[in-house]
């Protein structure tokens, strides 16, 4: 392959021929200390908060801290190429990332540089990290479901295209792998995918990236890494850029989901930045704004109005707790801002129970808004056997003779609960979820032996997606359960069970 | 690591910059009563350039704070009293006083600022490639005076680095015309916008063999 170089000589004469000079008029200051990722300066009197400053060996920073006799500035990026007694030159803009189509599919950092090595981001459009939420007149109520492809979830906790719902837990219950199967799961759907890892290892990011890849996810996925040993500020600034470059598809009509892995991580970088910058520590040592600093991220999600294009941008933060302690400071705090949570619990997890989620205390604010009209009248039956068997969970241990009707409870339950497990990676179609929720909550599995339960289930929906993908989609266009569907889906489940050997 | 020691000038100390200017007000409001605020400050600028950077003897007794307040009193009676300003002699013993003596310089610095900014002048330092002629400093002054509306005091600094043009810098303001930012910002510029250009136009630059 071989380049033209005089067409190349040309198109670069013509550059600089057009090229304009000016005059280049820039604001100073010098640097009086730098260490740890902030630097303070002296000068640039007519900095503005959150202005972009730059050093001279290029890398980027914040006005963060406006003093009386100094700025302080936070360091987007390597911090030891910076002296005392460099010059710092204000650049007269707040921080900005590309957007667009062009990095649907990468992998970037927080300042939208790409870092999976498959060349640069071409675009023109750049959105400002930071704006001000839409305002109440502009937003419209969640109304559309977000499949997340869990039954558990999408049966007791539904959450809606526009909605915050927080996933919370302990380490190693699985709140990651909700997130990513909710990805996965938008596959086919028309809505763009960010994921934000925020002080992650970069050996689990690197594995994440790679089931997305082999889920076929990354086509219409965007990662955004700062990983455990990147700088503190590029950790802060992350969540927000990754909410910028998902609210252009927000504003342009589409839908978006975006992922914040996780902001515990978050906000102990800024905490890091904030006593780094003497600013006086609170509870826990936090800064006093670190509610703003959740509240103003979240505060993004929303439903927008039909005026200004009925885009949505739906949001999964991420809280990690130490011993399950949810009253903790951040945990509290994120609860009151998110729109319900889904919380996850070590000893479900350990008891076999996966997704551990904790079904009684996990909510939606959503709720029924966020369900097609078919999943609302199998989901409440389903709540309401989970709720009977947990009253009378507690008999069982006892070991006695219990009468029928509470036996006959506890045998629902015990197959309600093998029903909702689900393995990794394997997002359920709503229609598919409808059939085997169908198929507990109205008895067909009580013959079965609970260890059969699952067995049960991956059988008829081989079933049905090899014979009887009909009634799948009928399911899909009616959306209802009329006596029409539902007697289709009471066939297929007799049908099969008539083959299926217990 | 030495080497960038070197290049960085003089540590900028924030602390001692404050107390220079808080110093210098005070001066030259007592300066103001007694009208003779120029003299005060060319002789602070004389005592400065002349006979503290001079002598570092001097300058080393002066700030060190071993030597007693009355002795400083008294050196200063001796050497400086008749030849200068009465206002500044005492101006001196009152820094010695508060053993602020070691800040002499950054008084001077901002003394010499507040009277340019209380006569309506402001301080412009150029930096320039070569050394420049009389005549064309005096254009450059006369440039500036046009540009700001102020009068101006200029002072030159001369760096081959920036390859030619002029930097001037105002405060905190700098406005760069020397060859070598617009070299760094045509390289800029239209590595970008030439890379884009390419970039639409790809597949009619690769010969097809």
């Known amino acids: 392959m071989k380049f033209n170089s005089d067409e190349i000589a ?44 730059q050093f001279p060996s290029g890398v980027i920073g914040l006005a963060f801290n406006l003093e009386e006799k100094s700025v302080g500035v936070i360091i987007l990026g390597d911090y030891l190429s910076i002296n005392e007694g460099d010059e710092v030159r204000s650049l007269g803009t707040l921080l900005s990332v590309p957007a667009g189509d062009a990095v649907v599919g990468r992998v970037l950092d927080p300042l939208g540089n790409p870092i999976d090595g498959k060349g640069p981001i071409n675009t023109n459009v750049r959105r400002p990290v930071e704006i001000i939420a839409t305002g109440v007149a502009e937003r ?58 925020i002080g992650q290892k970069e050996s689990s990011v690197a594995l994440i990236i790679d089931a997305l890849e082999k889920a076929g996810a990354m086509d219409y996925t965007t990662v955004i890494v ?30 978006a989901l975006i992922v914040y892995d996780d ?55 991420i809280i990690e707790t130490l011993e399950g302690e949810v009253s903790a400071y951040i945990p509290t705090n994120v609860i009151s801002i998110t729109d319900g949570q889904i919380y996850l619990q070590p000893d479900l997890f350990f008891a ?24 609302k009248k199998v989901a409440g039956g389903l709540r309401l056997d989970l709720a009977a068997f947990r009253e009378l969970e507690a008999f069982a241990q006892l070991g006695t003779e219990l009468d029928p009707a509470t036996q006959a409870k506890l045998d ?34 009580d013959e079965i032996p609970v260890a059969k339960v699952r067995e049960f289930e991956t059988g008829l929906l081989d079933f049905l997606r ?20 539902e007697e289709m889906i009471k066939s297929t489940i007799s049908a099969f069970k008539a083959t299926f050997r217990a | 690591m030495s080497d960038q020691a070197k290049k960085i000038p003089t540590v900028f100390d924030s602390e001692e910059q404050h107390v220079g200017e808080v110093y210098a007000r ?126 101006v005091r200029l002072t030159t600094k001369v760096d081959p680095s920036i390859l030619g043009g002029l930097i001037v810098r105002v405060g905190d303001t700098v406005l760069d015309g020397s060859v070598d930012g617009q070299l760094a910002a045509l390289r800029k510029t239209v590595g970008q916008r030439a890379e884009n250009a390419l970039r639409t136009v790809a597949d009619s630059l690769v010969q097809s063999n």
């Open chain 1, 352 to 375: 076999g129970i996966r997704p551990a989620m904790n079904v009684g205390i996990s909510v939606s604010r959503v709720g029924g808004n966020a369900q097609i009209k078919a999943m």
């Open chain 1, 466 to 485: 090899d014979r009887k993908s009909d009634v799948l989609q009928k399911i899909r266009d009616v959306g209802d359960l009329t006596p029409e569907v």
């Open chain 1, 10 to 53: 040309s198109v670069i004469q013509k550059e600089i021929e057009q090229f304009g000079s000016q005059i280049d008029v820039r604001e100073v200051g010098t640097v009086l200390e730098v260490g740890d990722g902030i630097a303070r300066v002296y000068g640039l009197s007519g900095v503005m908060s959150g202005e972009m400053v």
């Open chain 1, 226 to 255: 700062s990983g455990a040993s990147s700088p503190a500020p590029l950790q802060y600034v992350a969540p927000y850029a990754g909410t910028a470059m998902a609210e252009h598809f927000m504003f342009n009509g589409q839908h």
């Open chain 2, 26 to 151: 005070a001066l030259l409001a007592a300066g103001q009563n007694s009208k003779s605020i120029d003299a005060i400050v060319d002789q602070l600028e004389s005592l400065v350039v002349d006979v503290l950077d001079k002598n570092s003897k001097v300058d080393y007794a002066l700030s060190n704070p071993k030597m007693s307040v009355e002795d400083k009193w008294g050196m200063i009676d001796r050497v400086f009293a008749g030849k200068m300003d009465p206002t500044l002699v005492t101006f001196l013993k009152v820094l010695a006083r508060r053993q602020r003596l070691g800040s002499l310089r950054s008084v001077q610095r901002s003394a010499s600022l507040l009277r340019d900014q209380m006569a309506g002048r402001i301080q412009v330092q150029a930096t320039v490639a070569q050394e420049l002629s009389a005549a064309a400093k005096d254009a450059l002054v006369e440039n500036l005076k046009k540009v700001f509306k102020k009068d």
């Open chain 1, 140 to 197: 419209h109520p969640v109304n559309e479901p977000m499949q997340t492809g869990i039954k558990a979830i999408d049966a007791m906790t539904p959450i809606g295209r526009g909605q915050r719902e927080l996933i919370i837990g302990d380490r190693k219950t699985g709140k990651t792998a909700i997130a990513i199967d909710a990805i996965i799961n938008q596959k086919g759907k028309g809505v763009k995918c960010f994921y934000v890892a």
């Open chain 1, 263 to 317: 902001l515990s991580k978050q906000a102990v970088a800024y905490r890091q930045l904030s006593l780094l910058m003497r600013r006086p520590p609170g509870r826990e040592a936090f800064p006093g704004d670190v509610f703003y600093c959740h509240s103003r991220l979240l505060e993004r999600s929303a439903k927008l109005s039909k005026e200004l294009g009925s885009g949505s941008l739906t949001s999964l933060p």
């Open chain 1, 412 to 445: 629902r339950g015990y197959r309600m609960v093998e029903l909702l497990k689900q393995p990794q990676f394997q997002p359920m179609d709503v229609a598919e979820q409808i059939v085997t929720i169908y198929a507990g909550t109205r008895g067909h599995l």
